[in-house]
C-alpha cells in the first residue's frame, strides 16, 4: 500500500494548521472524557501522536494505529512517549486486533476511510462493554479544506445528525457533539467537531 503521508510527515508537527487543531482536539478530549490511569486507549489514525502525546501520561497504554509508517516513525522518535505508547502500522478493518479498549480516539483520521459505517461498527468491536469513543473531523464542507487533486479523502466531512445515526445503529449511546475547533483558511471557516459516544 502506497505511504500518502511519507513526504508530509517529514514536517508535519510543524504545522500551524496541524498544531492548532492538535491543541484544541486535545483540549475537547480532556474536557469531556474522564481519563485514568487504569485505561487502554486506541489511537485511531494516530499520525505522528500529537493526540497521543496529550493522553498517554494520564492512561495505562496507548496503541497508536495508522496506516502511514512514516508517520509512526516521527512518534516513535518523540522519547516521551516511549514506554507508554505502542504502534502498529495495520488497517484494523482488514486486520483488527485481538485486544479490546476502553477509549478509542481519533482526530481527523475519519473523513479517509470510505466505508463510514464500517468504520464505527469497527470501533464498536474494538471496545469493551461500556467503552468509548472519542472522535474528532470536520462538519460538513463544499470540498475545498482539501486541495482538489489530493488523494485519499472520502468526505468532505460529517454532518452531524447523519453521522449520530450511524453511531446509534452500530450501538453506541449517550452521543454528544461539540465543536472543538476552527479551521480558518483564508474567508472561510471550517468547524471541527468531537464526538463521544458509549458502547452500549
Request: proline share 2%; aromatic share 6%.
Amino acid at each position: 500500500m502506497t505511504d500518502l503521508f511519507k513526504e508530509k510527515a517529514q514536517d508535519w508537527d510543524a504545522n500551524d494548521m496541524v498544531r492548532g487543531l492538535s491543541i484544541g482536539i486535545g483540549a475537547a478530549i480532556h474536557a469531556n472524557v474522564e481519563l485514568d490511569n487504569t485505561m487502554t486507549v486506541l489511537d485511531f489514525g494516530a499520525g505522528t501522536g500529537l493526540i497521543t502525546s496529550q493522553i498517554a501520561d494520564q492512561v495505562e497504554k496507548v496503541i497508536a494505529v495508522d496506516v502511514s509508517q512514516a508517520m509512526l516513525d516521527k512518534l516513535m522518535a518523540k522519547a516521551e512517549l516511549h514506554g507508554q505508547v505502542e504502534t502498529l502500522c495495520r488497517n484494523i478493518l482488514e486486520n483488527p486486533l485481538s485486544e479490546r479498549f476502553d477509549l478509542i480516539v481519533s482526530a481527523m483520521a475519519l473523513h479517509h476511510v470510505e466505508n463510514t459505517e464500517q468504520l464505527i461498527a469497527c470501533f464498536a468491536e474494538h471496545l469493551k462493554p461500556g467503552g468509548r469513543i472519542a472522535l474528532a473531523d470536520l462538519d460538513a464542507e463544499d470540498g475545498t479544506f482539501h486541495p482538489a487533486d489530493i488523494q485519499g479523502v472520502y468526505h468532505h466531512g460529517f454532518n452531524r445528525d447523519a453521522f449520530r445515526s450511524i453511531l446509534s445503529r452500530q450501538g453506541f449511546t449517550d452521543i454528544h457533539f461539540v465543536t472543538a475547533h476552527t479551521v480558518n483558511k483564508g474567508d472561510k471557516a471550517y468547524p471541527v467537531f468531537l464526538v463521544v459516544a458509549k458502547r452500549a
